[in-house]
């Protein structure tokens, strides 16, 4: 079984959890952002057969998972002490975009090597510094910086990987994940 149908399965037993949405729809609940990021990242896992190596960094060895409610941006936060060094890890890594609508029913899944978000990444880097700037009060620096890759951008230059219309899965691309695993160590 290739990792797009293990994604899909997980996608229909964990993010499109009928039973889940139904009650929050009954109690009048939030369904959008029930999904939390960690469940993404466990799909974007099985998606592309790497796990998580356990440090600072990127989600998942050689891959970086993101997600966002459909047209929206991709959040990327770095933090004081590790910023620097991820900031040049995901220029090396790839990234993973997955967009989902309200209800979890449609769910794009497109993605882009870190070379390819470098105008991104290079912009942020002195921006970051200033940030952090050692040389001002610990009271007076910003506590997270935080800076998005819009989703139009991901849309026209991200590689497709699956795309889920109603729950049902209607575009898969099996060879690119495979392709761009061989990309990263």
């Excluded at 470098?118 to 610990?138: I, L």
Aim: with cysteine; charged share 20%; net charge neutral.
């Amino acid at each position: 079984m290739s990792g797009i149908d293990e994604a899909f399965q997980f996608y229909q037993r964990h993010i499109l959890d009928e039973e889940k949405l139904g009650l929050l729809k009954a109690h009048n609940l939030k369904v959008t952002g029930s999904v939390p990021s960690v469940i993404w990242e466990l799909f974007g896992a099985i998606l592309t057969g790497r796990s998580s190596t356990g440090v600072t960094g990127a989600d998942l060895s050689g891959w970086e998972i993101k997600s966002a409610k459909t047209g929206a941006s991709y959040e990327y936060q770095y933090h004081l002490n590790t910023g620097t060094h991820k900031l040049e890890e995901d220029l090396q890594v790839n990234h993973l975009f997955c967009t989902y609508s309200d209800t979890y029913t449609d769910v794009v899944v497109r993605a882009m090597q870190g070379l390819e978000l470098a105008s991104y990444f290079s912009k942020w880097q002195p921006e970051y510094q200033t940030n952090y700037d050692k040389s001002v009060p610990s009271t007076q620096r910003r506590q997270r910086f935080r800076r998005n890759i819009p989703a139009g951008f991901v849309k026209t230059n991200g590689v497709l990987i699956l795309e889920i219309r109603d729950g049902a899965l209607v575009e898969r691309n099996d060879t690119i994940i495979v392709t761009l695993n061989r990309s990263v160590s």
